[in-house]
């Protein structure tokens, strides 16, 4: 039986006036537990992101972590370590393949890429509600 994980919508303004904020809590496993970040679900991004300083407190060792070149909807490219982060979403636990940057600003998004291609995702803004449905998967 598929698992369904439901959190409200926050609002937020824009230039476009209040639209749904995709923002969900996203229990993250550091060395001391588990602790809450907000994650935006970002269905046009292949992988998760996060800063640096989330990387340190999962407890992994910033150099010995494989760089990769990333670019963005800026288009000007920026260097990124990759690793994995620990999460748990409502009942499930899931390793996610995350890129860090070494920028204080840098956004949390969950992509695609072990996160997103894990859950069937529903935005009811009438209901003011989004759904994460796991979907079947191996392992």
């Known amino acids: 039986m598929p698992t369904f994980i439901e959190f409200p919508l926050g609002r937020k303004q824009t230039p476009f006036g209040v639209l749904p904020d995709l923002k969900i809590p996203v229990a993250v496993h550091v060395r001391h537990g588990w602790r809450i970040y907000r994650f935006l679900l970002d269905t046009g991004a292949d992988f998760s992101l996060a800063p640096r300083h989330l990387a340190e407190e999962v407890g992994l060792d910033w150099e010995a972590l494989a760089e990769a070149q990333v ?51 529903t935005i009811d803004a009438a209901q003011n509600k989004l759904t994460l449905e796991e979907l079947p998967h191996d392992g």
């Open 71 to 121: 670019v963005g909807i800026e288009l000007r490219g920026t260097s990124a370590r990759l690793g994995n982060l620990p999460v748990r979403i409502g009942p499930v636990e899931l390793l996610v393949r995350c890129l860090f940057v070494d920028a204080a600003s840098a956004p949390f998004l969950l992509g695609r890429a072990d996160f997103l291609d894990r859950f069937k995702v």
